[in-house]
């Protein structure tokens, strides 16, 4: 838009209206600005303006005209219809979008350059450094993962340090921006604050140094008593009654409210954070914890939720907060636990009680970590029946709050996967071994500080033989899809790895499980210079999300034979029936077991406090009227329902290939 000086009439109407400029020959304003709206407004510096000629409706339906009023502006460009009004003290180098309302503030501005968040050292995992990642707007979990643990690698960490320094330097600005749509209402100081569109800020008392990366499609609110300091706040995110941040990066669609207090954090994608405190916690997505009580400290965590009263120490008193953990995807706390780190425990773990040694389960997910005597007991697989992992594992795609097209982490939701079969694959090995080495009489075992019963071992080693049916079966029923063949050569064909990639360990990158060869290649493209924008990192972690299932099958393939012990280039279409009965026992006999948990929580126990004071019968009617029937239940019914699915599935195959038998 091509803007025009004011007119001396238009000067002699402002004036009039209590308004006042350093200079007038500074102030800009729109070929169809009308001076009609401008009253008690003193202008410094360079000014733009531009129309005021709509109305806005505010909460409880009053109508409000846009224009500025009460209010001290220096080197500050309006867009189009905008409201300002009763700024306390003033606003300063800012530009701010079209139909963006801003009143009842005490300052707003931007004070030499500011990289408004960008290029913060958030010191991670160790309090006293030495894991620091760099805050940018395009942090993915993925790459902040490989900032904070790979720092084996110092050539990688210098290219990282390069590219999120360049991106800080590029956005760093004089000036501010406001965006579009956006409002700012009863709230104190904001400096050196970049506000994205559709923004909605109520009632803060500080923010300092950060961006609010709010847009159309995936709003920003933030409220009431919330205080931020050197910080990001991603697109569709949540900070509310009076949390307090320090020092941290917020991912997309999180919520941090009820007095939350965090500081050298990072939140990625659908973390909730209520009542509670984090120092130093790297928290993938789906972090969860709501209680008053609960510290989570110098921790890596995801899909987690975190008990009331959880509670980590990383303090030994003897050279400080140096000690680190990791409670690996889909880990839980429950009430009044603690974990004195160093420790490391499994995928889908359960922790109850207080751990004072230093144990590492990382090869035996799935397990409960149940302390007794101040003694770790350690009961494998056992999660693996459980109602309420299969629950989780259902119930966070449903959440994902994130509304972005452009989504900075790489969520995989699966539960069996590479990442967590090949530990299963491990586990077994060192419960068989345990078994050899101390007889298959023991009554305990002992591994890494914790104690296994022999029945706990026994059962664990039958949990995850079916477990891995279940997967390896999964996987070739789903390659072998729709596929109409003659002869054992023909399945044969079809099995074939589409890639090579995908063999050997596999990872999971706070999210993202990816095979360990393309992580690799990632790396040393960064480390090499071939890959050095924050865009093209995320593109490969993108890349690796999206071949996700071509990469799984090249794993099966490559251990079919050590699982099934025939090489996958002999496999018969007999084989093949073998497997899927298999497949189908290991699935149905999982299912039924989750489906007797769940019956646990309809019991007579889980009655008690239902029908305060009345009969046996009216117990029973309101029990029935607050939880509903067993068999109705969506859960239980969904449950018996993928029995019925799977066992089809699996006669599908059979039959096919049995017809095929006969035709050849």
Known sequence: MTYRQLTEQEITQLQSQQCRAESWDNISVAPDFTTD?????????????????????????????????????????????????????????????????????????????????????????????????????????????????????????????????????????????????????????IKGVRIGDYCHINGVNLLSNGSINSN??????????????????????????????????????????????????????????????ACAIFAGPYTVTHHKSTLLIAGMFSFMNAGSGSNQSNHMYKLGPIHQGTLERGAKTTSNSYILWPSRVGAFSLVMGRHISNSDTTNLPFSYLIEQNNTTHL??????????????????????????????????????????????????????????????????????????????LRNGIRFYEVA???????????????????????????????TEIGKGEWADISGLIAPKSEIEHLISAIEGGEVSRLKDINREWERMHSNYYTYEWSWVYEHIEEFYGIAPEKLTAANIVSIVEQWRESVVWLDQMIYEDARKEFSLASRTGFGADGSRAEKDSDFEQVRGLFESNPFVRATLKHIEDKTALGQELIDRVQRAIKTA
Not at 138 to 146: D, G, N, V
Not at 226 to 243: E, H, R, Y
Not at 256 to 262: F, N, S, V
Request: aromatic share 8%; glycine share 10%; proline share 2%.
């Open 216 to 277: 159309v499609h995936a709003p920003v609110y933030v409220g009431h008593g919330v205080v931020c300091n050197d910080f990001i706040i991603s697109s569709g995110s949540k900070v509310d009654s009076g949390a307090m941040l320090s020092r941290c990066f917020v991912g997309q669609a999180c919520e941090l409210c009820h007095g939350y207090t965090a500081s050298d954090s990072l939140f990625f994608g659908n973390c909730q954070g209520e009542n509670g405190e």
């Open 379 to 456: 009961v494998p697989g056992v999660n693996l029946r459980s109602v309420g992992t299969i629950r989780d594992v259902q119930k966070w795609p449903k959440r994902d709050r994130r509304t972005d097209p452009n989504r900075l982490d790489l969520i995989n939701f699966n539960h069996l996967s590479p990442y967590t079969v090949h530990k299963m694959i491990k586990g077994l090995n060192i419960l068989k071994g345990l078994q050899r080495a101390s007889g298959e009489l023991s009554d305990i075992y002992s591994f890494h500080s914790t104690k296994i019963k022999n029945s706990s």
């Open 468 to 498: 891995i049916h279940k997967f390896m079966g999964n996987s070739i029923i789903k390659r072998l899809e729709e596929l109409q063949f003659t002869s054992d050569e023909d399945i044969r064909r079809r099995l074939l790895p589409d």
């Open 37 to 189: 709206h401008i009253h008690n407004v003193r202008f410094s510096g360079n000014i733009t303006l531009g129309i005021f000629d709509e109305s806005f409706v505010r909460e409880g339906g009053i109508k409000m005209h846009s224009g500025i009023r009460n209010a001290a502006l220096h080197n500050v460009e309006v867009g189009n219809n905008c409201l300002i009004e009763n700024i306390n003290n003033y606003i300063a180098n800012y530009s701010i979008g079209e139909r963006t309302i801003i009143d009842n503030c005490d300052l707003i501005v931007v004070d030499g350059k500011s990289y408004f968040g960008n290029g913060i050292e958030v010191a991670v995992l160790n309090e006293t450094g030495g894991r620091e990642v760099i805050i940018t707007d395009k942090l993915s979990a993925h790459t902040a993962y490989i900032m904070a643990l790979y720092r084996h690698r110092p050539q990688l960490i210098e290219q990282l340090r390069k590219i999120a320094t360049y991106y800080s330097e590029k956005h760093a600005s004089e000036r501010g921006t406001i965006g579009t749509n956006a409002v700012i209402s009863n709230s104190g100081v």
